[in-house]
């Protein structure tokens, strides 16, 4: 354990740099927006100003939603139609998503905003309805403490590239695959 400690030591040592991050929970598993939102919560108990932006989810029902929307430090935007396999609507899906980012697109220049989380936004790129040229753009002259965390199912290899930290969720069982409905304060 006293070597241990001496390498773990010597990584906290060796960590100088401070900026923003830019974390990405990805993968087919649950977890990826409970992460981010557990992120939340630690940066609003800091103190931290944040915005979460939703690009899929249309539902204000959320016990997420229920709990952090009553938090003055925080901004919360419901702005997708539905998953896209209930729309069956991809102009409409288009204009939300747009509309979401140019949203997220004024976060990331407001440097009062310490945490900035887009929730699903994988889902904005592989459907084309915002390039990875912008959004590598906006990133890039965000302000420079500014934290951002993406989640959403398969990530693009050229947003992993731009990221500080990824992780991976990753299905091993799941109850709604047994036949359990999604139950709430555990789901949504």
């Known amino acids: 354990m006293q070597r241990k400690k001496a390498v ?3 990584h ?3 960590a100088r740099v401070s900026r923003g991050l830019l974390l990405i929970h ?17 940066a609003l108990g800091h103190g931290k100003r944040a915005a979460v932006i939703q690009f899929i989810k249309s539902r204000s029902d959320t016990g997420e939603e229920a709990f952090f929307r009553q938090h003055a430090s925080l901004q919360w935007h419901v702005m997708g139609d539905g998953f896209t396999w209930e729309t069956q609507d991809a102009e409409s899906d288009r204009k939300s998503g747009r509309a979401a980012w140019e949203q997220a697109y004024r976060y990331l220049q407001d440097p009062a905003i310490d945490l900035l989380i887009l929730d699903e936004f994988t889902y904005a790129l592989k459907y084309g309805w915002v390039s ?16 951002v965390v993406v989640t959403g199912r398969a990530a693009p290899p050229s947003l992993i590239a731009l990221a500080d930290t990824v992780s991976e969720c990753q299905p091993i069982k799941h109850a709604f695959a047994a036949g359990v409905e999604a139950m709430p304060g555990i789901e949504f």
């Open 12 to 14: 906290i040592e060796a």
């Open 26 to 42: 990805t993968g087919n598993g649950k977890g990826k927006s409970t992460a981010a939102f557990g992120l939340l919560a630690r």
């Open 132 to 147: 990875i040229e912008e959004v590598a753009e906006a990133l890039g002259v965000r302000p420079a403490m500014q934290h």
């Open 8 to 10: 773990v030591d010597a």
